[in-house]
């Protein structure tokens, strides 16, 4: 197998959506093709997932009990071969402050719509090569692309968010891989 492909999941304060979405993403990737990562755009280092987001992926049959908030930040950009973004406002942010990842972000629910399955085998060739030519750094973030937060919300919204992730998540499993 060659080198594994970096999947960086971003949400707000990788609290809740993007940790979420890589358990689930590291949970289909039974070949270890992915090297699955979250991280957020403003975010408390160091904190582990709440009481919500652990019942939320217990749902599906996931724990993560490693997980601890980071920043995403310009190491993490360049080490990327694909960043997923959980809403609009995460790709301005991934635009202004980290331009150099930009042709390389979109938002969860356009690639799982959008990206074209491989041809093959998947590699980081492959894949940059899929993500570029959707020229995701040259659409203008839309409404529809919003995974919405369960931040301030009950168990209940964890719920769906979750069961909303775990869709989005296996499409693009199957679009990655």
């Known amino acids: 197998m060659g080198e594994r492909l970096v999947v960086y999941m971003v949400c707000t304060g990788n609290a809740a959506r993007s940790p979420m979405a890589a358990a689930m993403l590291r949970d289909l990737d039974a070949d270890g093709r992915l090297d699955v990562r979250s991280a957020g755009i403003l975010v408390l280092e160091g904190h582990p997932i709440g009481t919500r987001t652990r019942s ?16 995403f930040r310009g190491d993490d950009a360049v080490e990327a071969d694909l ?11 991934v635009r202004r402050n980290l331009p150099e990842a930009a042709p390389i972000t979109g938002s969860l629910r356009r ?3 959008d990206l074209s399955p ?18 995701l750094d040259t659409l203008e973030p839309e409404p529809w692309e919003e995974v919405v937060d369960p931040g301030a919300g009950e168990q209940d919204d964890f719920d769906r968010c979750s069961d909303e992730l775990r869709l989005l998540v296996a499409e693009l499993h199957r679009r990655l891989t």
């Open 111 to 113: 690639l799982a719509r």
């Open 56 to 71: 939320a992926l217990a749902r599906h049959g996931l724990v993560d009990h490693a997980h601890r908030s980071r920043q």
């Open 118 to 135: 491989p041809e093959g085998g998947a590699d980081a060739v492959d894949l940059g090569r899929r993500v570029r030519a959707l020229e």
């Open 83 to 93: 960043v997923v973004a959980m809403e609009p406002l995460h790709l301005r942010w």
